[in-house]
């Protein structure tokens, strides 16, 4: 995007931006879960932070489907709220030695993407119904239902495990 | 903190410095509104993101009342994930000429920030309570639900309002 030009002309411009927007995002998050998964020490964080991986790795592959259907070459454009997200938690992680303590802060970090990626999905999937493309809003809407379970998931590990251990 | 000490050794510690990080994004907040206020031309979408600059005032107080709670003193730290947020909400609605868009993009961007809040306090909740801080957990409970109504609020004008006025 030009920065003395204004490229956004169209509601159908604003949803293929911030369809780049999340398919960069998705891209950084495939990226940055394996050092996630290597730095959690609790057994069901390890597994819930590479089930989402699996999953992660699919939404890209999504949203390339989402591309084609609308016609828009698969591209990213840079998304500074993603990399201030990871920034952070790689800061946050970085600053705890106790590995009960990390667990809780890594949970609360990915927390931070996933909610990140709900806000983003939801207003895709609303842009897509608006504009007639239910085809695309149905593909999105997929990854936004894994976006949410996999909030659910990390609260449900923090609540019953993690929170404790690391009170403890 | 440290660059290369380990300030974050227990879960207290770790509450503490997540509270300084959305007292932080808070204050970051309470700067970017007024220009979202100024920028949405749409009448209930500027009434919302003025009530909402109301209540982000309010919350900078109620997280200055749980760091006393807590005895401690009140500070933010840098928060890269909402400059990341805000940082990418100037670019987008920059980007955008067409008025109905604009006030669509606005209040996407909006909710990207409503979630990570509701990611953080939502953490804090949790954290407050496990460490036996119920008086802490119930004022940052407050900004919770007032974050989450906020984020229904905003799809609520989208849905009924502003996709269609900028997809038409």
Redo the contacts between chains.
Sequence with gaps: ?GLFT??????D??FV??LR?VYYAEKQLVKALPEMVEKSTDPQLKQAFQAHLGETKNHVIRLEQVFKMHGTEAKGVD???????I??AE??T?????K??LN??LA?AA??A???E???Y??LV??AK??GRNDCARVLEQTLEEEKAA?RKL?EI??ARL??Q??S
Aim: proline fraction near 4%; hydrophobic fraction near 40%; aromatic fraction near 4%.
């Design positions: 995007m204004r490229d956004i002309k169209t509601m411009d604003l931006h911030t927007d998304c500074p709220a993603i990399d201030g997200i920034e952070e800061e946050v970085g600053e705890v030695e106790d009960p303590v809780a802060a609360a927390q931070a996933e909610h990140y709900i806000s983003r939801g207003t609303a842009w608006q504009l909030d609260t923090a609540e929170n404790l690391a009170a």
